[in-house]
């Protein structure tokens, strides 16, 4: 309940549109040749993620560390699959949805105040406009390989948290609101704002612990709980939360300024 005292906090107000330069993902800060899909409609563009496999969740030892992330397991992702290189701006929101629901305004700002519904209905759409099927969100598990990016550390750079300000958005550095995507380096393989900015939702439902997770990357739709996981950390979070394995358990309906979705694109 206090962490939901946080966020209402900063919700008295509707806060103005913001103009924040963003580097809107130049060709160029593609690590190597990685391959880019573009959205005819809307203009998010995708990263292509290879299949492999990982070790998901974290270890006994790993600093702040929740129970909710073991066992740690080994998981393998068959296909290979593009994810958005950030999280749903509201400029793309607004292309698809007709209204920004946005707390903090700024076009090139992801979008919050929406729920795991509003993400789903955004998709839906999304897939109506383009003809196709191949848009969702991601398991939990993809979100997870995508962050880690072929390492298996605390964050993605690395164990050392000194240089979290060159990744991520947090509450130290943050000043209290989202900032436009892109604007912080991406990870190895291209991936803007996995560690901050905003919480994202995925596709599985909560559960306590990874006790019976799918090993193939697959959405864990299993259970009798209604509450869905979100990954990523937010603006809001302290250093300690901004890791690749974290997680947070969220009701489907809730809706904060610190929480948004990223889109996957089937191959």
């Given at each position: ?5 946080a966020?209402r ?6 806060e ?7 580097p809107?993902?130049?060709?160029a ?15 998010i ?9 990982f070790?998901?969740?974290?270890s ?14 080994k998981?393998?992702?068959q296909?290979?699959?593009?994810l ?6 509201q400029k793309?929101?607004?292309?698809i ?14 979008v ?14 999304l ?7 191949k ?7 993809e ?10 550390t ?5 164990e050392?948290?000194?240089?979290l ?35 994202e ?8 612990n ?9 959405a ?7 509450n ?7 603006w ?5 939360f901004c890791?690749?394995?974290g997680r947070?358990?969220r ?13 996957l694109?089937?191959?």
């Open positions: 309940m206090s962490y939901v005292s966020v906090c900063y919700l008295k107000k509707e103005p549109e913001e103009t924040e330069e963003s809107l993902f130049a060709q800060d593609n690590p190597g040749s990685t391959e880019i899909f573009i959205s005819p409609s809307t203009g563009q995708f990263v292509l993620i290879p299949a492999g496999e070790e998901m969740g974290s006994s030892e790993e600093k702040e560390r929740s129970d909710s992330e073991s066992p740690l397991h998981v393998t992702i296909n290979s699959f593009y958005g290189r950030s999280a749903v701006t793309q929101w607004k292309t949805m007709k209204n920004n629901p946005s707390h903090f305004k700024g076009e090139d700002r992801p919050e105040m929406i729920s795991w519904a509003d993400a789903q209905q955004f998709i839906m759409k897939n109506e406009i383009e003809g196709t099927d848009y969702r969100l991601p398991s939990e598990a979100w997870e390989y995508a962050c880690r990016a072929g390492t298996q605390r964050c993605f750079f690395g050392d948290e000194s240089i300000d060159e990744y991520a958005w947090h509450i130290e550095n943050s000043g209290g609101k989202t900032h436009a995507v892109g604007l912080k380096k991406p990870n190895p393989w291209g991936l803007y704002d996995m560690h901050g900015n905003v919480w939702w995925v596709q599985d439902k909560w559960h306590e990874y006790n019976g997770a799918p090993l193939d990357g697959t864990w739709e299993e259970g009798n709980s209604s869905r996981v979100s990954r990523g950390c937010s809001l979070c302290n250093k300690g890791r690749s394995a947070f358990k009701e489907p309906e809730s809706r904060f300024a610190n929480l948004g979705f990223r889109v694109r089937e191959l």
